[in-house]
């Protein structure tokens, strides 16, 4: 269920009888056909054990089920959007970020201390993701929330990728990513309120990153 990209604040995706696609609740902006919308309490496909964490750490993002046959409008807060087509990997995202998604993708939750350990929890609570990140994985769309552009920038063994955890949005692939310090001279200006870490991320995939270091 492709997303057409209207502007880079809208997006449009079909709606077909027996399938089925996942937004945040306010994101529907105008739709044509017969669609229904219903909350969903179950935190998608995942269903309740996978959201559980997130319910618990009070960093679930209520969903909407989105189903019938028509087309949907779907924009939300003037933030700009990303559409990120997946192919069977596992696209890494905050829950706040995401504004609607395939049916078919399966969602789940990953907690930050099993990749970096203590220090994973530490980039949890720097990125402003908490100790859970969202994770969709299989075939199909995604349309993510950010400020500003967004560019992806591509991951490989030979070249990992450092990141400001303020303009991290989302990645993708066989990516592992560890917090690190690194005093320059943002700090040595007075600027060092977070732009003492970044993200390392390393490993074959790419990750999202906005033109601004201002979270939603």
């Known amino acids: 269920m492709p997303f057409r990209e209207i502007n880079s604040k809208m997006v449009e995706a079909?709606?077909?009888p027996g399938q089925t696609m996942y937004s945040q609740r306010g994101a529907m902006l105008a739709y044509k056909g017969e669609v229904s919308f219903t909350p969903n309490?179950?935190?998608?496909?995942?269903?309740?054990?996978?959201?559980?964490?997130?319910?618990m750490a009070n960093e679930a993002t209520p969903l909407m089920t989105v189903e019938g046959s028509g087309t949907v409008m779907f924009g939300h807060g003037g933030h700009h959007i990303q559409v990120i087509n997946l192919s069977g990997d596992t696209l890494y995202v905050e829950a706040d970020r995401l504004l609607a998604?395939?049916?078919?993708?399966?969602?789940?939750?990953?907690?930050?201390?099993?990749?970096?350990?203590?220090?994973?929890?530490?980039?949890?609570?720097v990125t402003g993701q908490g100790l859970f990140t969202t994770t969709l994985k299989g075939h199909g769309a995604v349309a993510v929330m950010a400020h500003g552009g967004v560019i992806e920038v591509p991951i490989t063994p030979q070249r990992p990728?450092?990141?400001?955890?303020?303009?991290?949005?989302?990645?993708?692939?066989?990516?592992?990513?560890?917090?690190?310090?690194?005093?320059?001279?943002?700090?040595m200006v007075g600027r060092g309120s977070g732009e003492a870490f970044q993200l390392e991320l390393s490993g074959n995939?790419?990750?999202?990153v906005q033109a601004?270091?201002?979270?939603?």
């Open 205 to 208: 995939g790419a990750v999202f």
């Open 101 to 125: 998604f395939d049916g078919t993708l399966q969602q789940g939750t990953m907690f930050m201390g099993s990749q970096g350990g203590v220090m994973g929890m530490v980039r949890g609570q």
């Open 212 to 216: 601004s270091e201002e979270k939603l």
């Open 161 to 187: 990728v450092h990141v400001d955890p303020q303009a991290y949005v989302a990645h993708h692939g066989d990516v592992r990513n560890k917090l690190s310090t690194a005093l320059g001279w943002r700090d």
């Open 41 to 55: 309490i179950q935190g998608g496909q995942g269903g309740v054990m996978s959201m559980i964490g997130r319910r």
């Open 14 to 16: 079909t709606v077909a």
